[in-house]
C-alpha cells in the first residue's frame, strides 16, 4: 500500500501515522519528495480500511498495489484449487461438470423423473430449488424440507450429487446433513453473516455473483468463506444487472478468465438465469466453455410452460441433450472434456 502526505504534515503527526502502522506488523517505507511525503506500507495489508486512513487531514492519497484478498488469490496460491463435491472433482484440468435440473422440486415424482433425464444425457450433479428465493411474495417460495427431501430421493435413484439454494443459517444443519454442494444465492452474496456461518462448516458453497456486484466485491465474499475455515469454494456467475431489456440479465464471459487470473477458484457458469430466455442457453453455454468454465448449471423442465418457477429460462430434456452434444465438442476445442 502506497500512502501520500501532504508535503505541510507536521513532523509529530507523520511519527504518529508511522507509529500506527507498525504496531500492525507493517514495515513503513518512507520516501521524501519535493512536494510529497510517500510511505510505502510492507506487510499484511488487508486489514486496513483505507478510507478510514484518507479521513486523515494530513493524508493525500491512499493506493493498494495488491488486492484486498489474500486467500483466495492467485498470487499466494498459483496452483488452481479443485474442489472435491461428493467425488466429483471441479477446477484446474478436470473434465467440465454439468449440473442441470429444475429451478423449482415441485413434487417427488417431478425431480426423480428429470434427474434420470438429465443423467442421461450427461449431467453430473443434479440442481433444484426447495427454498426458493422469489421477487414477488405471492410467488411459489419452493416446498421447504419436503424439497430437500425430493432431492434425496432423487439422489438415491440416480446416484447424482444435489446442488441446491441455502437462504438462512437456520437451516445449516439440515442442508450439511443433505446436501452435496450449498449454493449462495446473488440475493445472498453480501449477506455476510450466512457467508461467515457456510464458513465454519467442510461442505463445498457454490457462490454466486450479486446482481449488480464487481468482480472484487464478489470475490471478497468469497473471502469471507474462506477466512471462517472453509476453502471450497466455487464462483458462479449468473448474470448482472444492466439497462439491457431483452435478456433478464448480462453474461459477463470476461469474468471467467479474469476470475482464474485473480483467484485459484474454479467457475460455474448459469447461462439459464443470466439470459432468461431458453433460446439463447445454448449459445450462452458454448460461449463460456470456450472462455474456460469448470462447469454449466442449467435449468431443465420436462413441461416448461407449466414450470411453477422461470419455465421460460428452462430448456426440455432433448434440448439439454443437444446442448451436450455441442459442449463435447467445443471443450475438445479447447483442451477440455465433459
Known sequence: MIITLKKEAPKQEVAKLINQFEKQGL??????????????LVGDTAKLDERKIQANQWVENVQRIA?????????????????????????????????????????DEMICHIAKEVKDAGAKMLRGGAYKPRTSPYAFQG???????????ARSETGLPIVTELMSADKIDEFVENVDLIQIGARNMQNFDLLKAV????????????????????????????ANGNPNVIMCERG?????????????????????????????????HATGDWKLVEAMSLAA?????????????DHPDCALSDGAQSLKPEKFKALVNKAKLVAKAVGREI
Open 289 to 301: 466453455i470456450a472462455a474456460g468454465a469448470d462447469g454449466l448449471i442449467i435449468e431443465v423442465h
Open 240 to 272: 448482472i444487472r444492466t439497462f439491457e431489456k431483452y435478456t433478464r440479465n448480462t453474461l459477463d464471459v470476461s469474468v471467467i478468465p479474469l476470475i482464474k487470473e485473480k483467484t485459484h477458484l474454479p467457475i460455474v457458469i448459469d447461462p439459464s
Open 27 to 40: 514495515k513503513v517505507n518512507v520516501i521524501t519528495g519535493e512536494n510529497y511525503d510517500v510511505f510505502g
Open 143 to 153: 416446498m421447504g424440507y419436503e424439497g430437500i427431501k425430493c432431492l434425496d430421493h
Open 67 to 107: 488486492a484486498p484478498y489474500k486467500l483466495a488469490n492467485r498470487m499466494f496460491h498459483p496452483e488452481d484449487s479443485i474442489i472435491d463435491v461428493a467425488g466429483i472433482k471441479i477446477g484446474g484440468h478436470e473434465p467440465i461438470v454439468l449440473m442441470a435440473g429444475p429451478c423449482s422440486v415441485e413434487n
Open 199 to 226: 464458513g465454519k462448516i467442510n461442505k463445498p458453497i457454490l457462490l454466486k455473483r450479486g446482481l449488480s456486484a464487481t468482480i472484487e466485491e464478489w470475490i471478497m465474499s468469497a473471502e469471507y468463506i474462506m
